[in-house]
């Protein structure tokens, strides 16, 4: 039972290890050694797990991906009506934002580094961004459902459209190290709103 909990733990602080380097330092930029060397483990144990550098990136999507969905579904759930949950999703760009030093998204960090649309790693992006897709256009259908002055907007393009701005206030923020394109963003988005 101990050599399973250590064995798991030895995984985990690999995993840990590379959500430091891959998203602060790059993918690419990461070798193998120095997630060996920083996590405390065996070349042999590192192997034990991971085949390969890709098999741990793929790990890092995906415990990334866990983390970082849980952090924008806690910040949305803090919100009572519909209304507010759905215009929540700025708020929360900008803390996660100023947070990450403006290193912006590790799913599109990594899709940058691997231009290969077929790779497997660029899986793991599209099925995140997948997800997040599904979360706001779920927000858009209950804000439609919640109030007769929104039971004429069409999901798909809301959500789509907010989608967009989403990911392009990310892109801005990183390139230009501030957080001020937000509230551009949060303005195109009501004015979208109060004639969709």
């Known amino acids: 039972m ?5 064995q798991s733990e030895a995984r985990q602080r690999i995993v840990d290890t590379a959500l430091d ?13 120095q997630v060996i060397a920083e996590a405390g483990v065996s070349k042999n144990t590192f192997y034990y797990y991971f085949k390969s550098k890709e098999d741990l990136c793929v790990a890092y999507l995906q415990e990334r991906h866990r983390i970082w969905m849980r952090w924008l579904i806690e910040d949305i759930e803090r919100y009572k009506t519909p209304y507010d949950r759905l215009m929540s999703v700025f708020g929360f760009l900008e803390s996660w934002l100023k947070k990450c030093n403006f290193r912006g998204c590790a799913f599109l960090n990594i899709a940058s580094e691997v231009p290969d649309i077929n790779h497997r790693l660029r899986k793991e992006v599209v099925d995140h961004k997948d997800e997040l897709r599904k979360v706001m256009s ?8 919640s109030d007769k002055k929104f039971s004429r907007i069409d999901v798909s393009f809301i959500s789509d459209a907010l989608y967009v701005l989403f990911e392009g206030v990310i892109s801005a923020c990183q390139n230009y190290g501030d957080a001020k394109v937000i509230e551009a963003a949060r303005k195109n988005f009501l004015k979208l709103l109060s004639v969709a």
């Open 2 to 6: 101990k050599q399973e909990q250590s």
């Open 138 to 145: 779920g927000l858009v259908e209950n804000l439609k459902k």
């Open 21 to 33: 380097l891959f998203y602060r330092q790059g993918y690419l930029a990461t070798g193998i050694n």
